[in-house]
């Protein structure tokens, strides 16, 4: 079992603390089907813990035999573990304070077999990217004793996404009853008109259900999601937009991305949102 790294930092080290933290919440609407997926927050729980429930808990009724969870890398991966874009870790599972989390190590090792130019095994990097560790005790709070596989991403060219799609593809056909939860915010950390400005783009596009490269490529979004969510676009259950629950900025809460949001410091944009059938 691997250790858990970050909480101290970003999530309740104290396990009766946490777990009143990820205990379930009543929701405002629900997603009624799987596969399914989720667009939550990568941040500490001091300020995104609602917004965290805002997307657990319209799925909290489904029973998923799977959750595969897409978090973003936010650096370059080392040379030496190019070609491979897409990394899990090792071991059977992670230990948390309110428990173990486990790890689907035969679809991992499998998936590690049939795209081997594509993901590695590398525990390096989720040693220092908080955005896995954070989620999980979110996952456990309200998916308990379902496996967990994590992946861990950078920004991906359009052929890259393209084999990520595939690969989602296959573990749907494997497991159907699988939920994606992608831990990501929605723009980068911008001075705040060019924040807001692509946190409304960003929010348009996932709407809308509409392609994402070719805007990431014009420098009119900034999202560390963007290769997940793209990935998750293409598939073919539910349907292609998102519906998009509430969005956040520091400390304040908007059920739309607002026209203005002045700071003399830079910002950056969180969402919680759904992607299947309501």
């Known amino acids: ?8 930092i970003f999530y309740p080290q104290d396990k009766t603390e946490l777990e009143q933290a990820c205990s379930k919440r009543i929701a405002s609407r629900s997603l009624t089907k799987l596969p399914a997926a989720i667009l939550v927050p990568h941040a500490a729980y001091r300020w995104s813990l609602d917004l965290l429930h805002e997307g657990f808990s319209p799925v909290q009724d489904l029973q998923p035999q799977l959750v595969v969870l897409l978090g973003s890398l936010h650096q370059e991966s080392l040379a030496s573990d190019q070609p491979c874009y897409l990394f899990a870790p090792s071991e059977d ?10 790890f689907p190590t035969e679809l991992r090792d499998n998936l590690v077999k049939d795209y081997p130019n594509a993901i590695s095994i590398q525990d390096s990097y989720f040693i220092e990217e908080p955005g896995i560790e954070l989620t999980l005790p979110m996952i456990q709070g309200y998916f308990p004793s379902v ?24 573990i ?30 960003f929010s348009s596009l996932l709407s809308e259900g509409a ?66 059938e309501a």
């Open 93 to 102: 599972g992670v230990s948390l304070p309110t428990g173990d989390i486990t």
């Open 211 to 276: 392609p994402l490269l070719e805007a990431q490529r014009q420098g009119k979004i900034s999202s560390c999601g963007i290769s997940a969510l793209e990935a998750l676009r293409t598939q073919k259950w539910g349907s292609s937009h998102w519906n998009l629950v509430s969005f956040q900025c520091k400390d304040k809460h908007f059920d739309t991305i607002p026209e203005t949001f002045d700071d003399k410091d830079k910002i950056v944009w969180h969402c919680a949102a759904l992607r299947g």
């Open 147 to 170: 496996p967990v596989l994590p992946l861990l991403m950078g920004n991906l060219e359009a052929r890259q996404v393209k084999t990520l799609s595939s690969m989602l593809f296959e």
């Open 1 to 8: 079992m691997h250790k858990s790294q970050h909480h101290a």
């Open 172 to 201: 749907v056909r494997k497991i159907p009853q699988t939920l994606f939860v992608v831990s990501a915010n929605i723009t980068a950390i911008l001075p705040d008109k060019l924040a807001t400005l692509q946190a409304q783009v």
